[in-house]
Each structure stands twice: as C-alpha cells, then as structure tokens.
C-alpha cells in the first residue's frame, strides 16, 4: 500500500514536500517513481528512484527543481519541488514497480502499485 502526503495550495515560486509512505511487501527496494495528472491530461512522468536511491531520473520539466529520493528506513519516497510554477498543478501520485528495468521506467503502465494521489495546486 502507497499513501501520499504532503500536497496543498501554493503560490508560484514556493516549495513543497511530497512523502509517499510504503507498506507491505511494496517496499522490498523496488523502483519507485513519481507521476502527474493535470485535469483533462495524461498521467506525465516526474521522477523515478533505483532501490538503492543511488540513481535517479527526473523529467526535462522538473529537472532542477524537483528532487526525488527515498528512506529506505522509514519506507518512504519524498519529491521536494521548488520553485513552483502554475503548470506543475496537478494530482500527483507515487508508484513502486514489481520487476521494472530501468529502461522503462519512464513508463507508467510498467508500475504495480500506485498510491491515492495527492493534489498539488500553484497559483499565478
């Protein structure tokens, strides 16, 4: 089981910080990786973790803002996400894949579990 925490309203330019608590056997070091979905969108990339937390991946629209990293300890995914803008509105979700290899990682159909989504809303 994946739960989001950490979404709400902010102005553009502030920062927020995503935790994505794990539960079961959907922490046993998996890929994990967060996406978005803006109203009316498909559900978009944003960054992806190794089991190790060793590497990362983040989407060229996030890259230098946003950074994604994990907790093994306290099975939790973070996304921090600075410098806000008004396109990064949207529902954020984290997910844990099951036997994913990296090369598809950027691909959401490839990901097992997927947590409720936590809103994320910039204003102008």
């Keep these: 089981q994946l739960v989001e925490f950490g979404g709400g309203l902010v102005q553009a ?5 995503l935790s994505c ?11 994990m990786g967060w996406f978005r979905q803006a109203p009316g969108k498909e559900r978009d990339f944003v960054a992806t973790i190794t089991g190790s937390g060793s590497v990362t991946a983040h989407a060229d629209s996030v890259k230098g803002r946003f ?11 973070f996304l921090q996400m600075n410098s806000l803008k008004p396109e990064d509105t949207a529902v954020y979700y984290c997910a844990a894949g099951s036997g994913l290899v990296w090369s598809e990682v950027r691909n959401p159909d490839r990901y097992t579990y997927w947590g409720q989504g936590t809103l994320v809303t910039v204003s102008s």
Excluded at 22 to 31: D, L, M, Y
Excluded at 67 to 77: A, E, G, P, Q, V
């Design 13 to 17: 330019g502030d920062s927020l910080r």
């Design 67 to 77: 950074t994604i990293s994990r907790d093994n300890n306290k099975n939790t995914l």
């Design 21 to 31: 608590a794990a539960s079961g056997r959907t922490f046993s070091k998996p890929i």
